[in-house]
C-alpha cells in the first residue's frame, strides 16, 4: 500500500524568507500524481500545486514550487517570498488509484 | 458559484444515535468522496462515489453509510456502530473517478466537525 510520510510536524518561517516542507511517499507505481494541498484555520482544502510523476520538470506555482525527486521518492514544497496568508497546515498526496493517500500534515507558522 | 456545500458546519449528537451529514454540489462532477481528519492525522477516505447508485468503501468505512440517489448529493450516516465518531468530515468530488491527465483534482467542502458525547 502507498504511504505517505511527513517529517516536520511543525514548520516556522519568517515573512518575506523561504521555507520548505518535507514529503517522501513510497509506491511500486511508476505512473502517479502527486499534490500538495493548503488548509488554513477556515479548515477548507486547497489545492497548492500538482505534479505528475511522469514530468521531470518541477511544477511551480507563483511562489510554490516543488522539488520532486522520485527516485528517492522525495517531493518536497518550498514556500518564497512568505506571507501571513501562507500560515496553515499542509498536507503532502499521492494519488493512487481512485483515491488521495495523504500525509500527516505540517503546521506552517508564519512570524511578522 | 459552483461548489461544494456542507451542512452543518457544526454538529452535536448523543452516544448511540445515527446522524446524516449532507453534501451537496453543483459542479457537474460524476465523482464523490468522503474523508474523515483527525488531530494529528492526514484525511482517510470513508467512501467513494463513481456514479449515481454507485458507491465503493474506503480505507475506513466500518460504522459509516452513503448513498447516491442523485448526481449532486452525497450523504454520509454516522451510525452507533461507529466507535469513535467525533472527529471533521470532509466531502469532495472530481470530473471522473478515472480521471484522466489533467481531471484528477479533488475539489473539498468546507467541512462539517461532528461532537458524539
Request: hydrophobic share 30%.
Amino acid at each position: 500500500a502507498q504511504t505517505v510520510t511527513q517529517s516536520q510536524p511543525e514548520m516556522s518561517v519568517q515573512e518575506a524568507e523561504t521555507v520548505t516542507l518535507s514529503c517522501t511517499y513510497d509506491t511500486s507505481e511508476s505512473d502517479y500524481y502527486l499534490f500538495w494541498y493548503k488548509q488554513p484555520p477556515s479548515r477548507q482544502m486547497i489545492l497548492v500545486i500538482r505534479q505528475e510523476a511522469y514530468k521531470q520538470q518541477n511544477a511551480t506555482e507563483n511562489r510554490f514550487s516543488v522539488n520532486f525527486q522520485k527516485a528517492a521518492k522525495s517531493f518536497s514544497l518550498k514556500i518564497s517570498d512568505s506571507q501571513l496568508g501562507d500560515a496553515a497546515m499542509y498536507f503532502c498526496a499521492y494519488r493512487s488509484a481512485v483515491k488521495l493517500v495523504f500525509g500527516a500534515g505540517t503546521i506552517l507558522r508564519v512570524k511578522s | 458559484d459552483g461548489g461544494i456545500t456542507q451542512s452543518p458546519k457544526y454538529l452535536f449528537r448523543k452516544e448511540g444515535q445515527n446522524v446524516t451529514l449532507s453534501c451537496e454540489q453543483n459542479l457537474n462532477h460524476d465523482a464523490m468522496y468522503w474523508y474523515r481528519q483527525d488531530p494529528g492525522q492526514g484525511l482517510r477516505l470513508i467512501y467513494y462515489s463513481q456514479i449515481v447508485n454507485d458507491f465503493q468503501k474506503g480505507d475506513i468505512a466500518e460504522g459509516y453509510s452513503v448513498s447516491r440517489e442523485k448526481k449532486e448529493s452525497f450523504p454520509l450516516t454516522v451510525t452507533s456502530a461507529q466507535k469513535n465518531p467525533t472527529a471533521f468530515y470532509l466531502c469532495a468530488s472530481s470530473i471522473e473517478l478515472w480521471a484522466s491527465l489533467g481531471y484528477d483534482e479533488q475539489y473539498f467542502g468546507p467541512g462539517t466537525r461532528l461532537t458524539v458525547t
